[in-house]
C-alpha cells in the first residue's frame, strides 16, 4: 500500500517544519504592533450626570 511508504512522506514533512520553524515566524512577528496600546482604565472620562431643568 503506497500510502504506508515512508519515504515520500517524511521529506515532505521536514521540509514543511523547517518552513513553518524558520520562515513563517519573521513574517509573523514584523506584523506586531510596535507601539503599546494604552490601557483603557487609565483612560477612562467621568462621566458627568445630565442635569436638566427640570430636576
Known amino acids: ?5 515512508v519515504k515520500p512522506w517524511v521529506p515532505v514533512l521536514a521540509v514543511t517544519w ?3 520553524l524558520f520562515l513563517l515566524p519573521p ?3 514584523s506584523h506586531r504592533h510596535h507601539t ?7 483612560n ?8 436638566w431643568p427640570w430636576h
Open 1 to 5: 500500500m503506497p500510502q504506508l511508504d
Open 18 to 20: 523547517l518552513a513553518f
Open 27 to 29: 513574517k509573523v512577528i
Open 36 to 42: 503599546n496600546p494604552t490601557n483603557p482604565a487609565k
Open 44 to 51: 477612562k472620562q467621568t462621566k458627568n450626570p445630565w442635569n
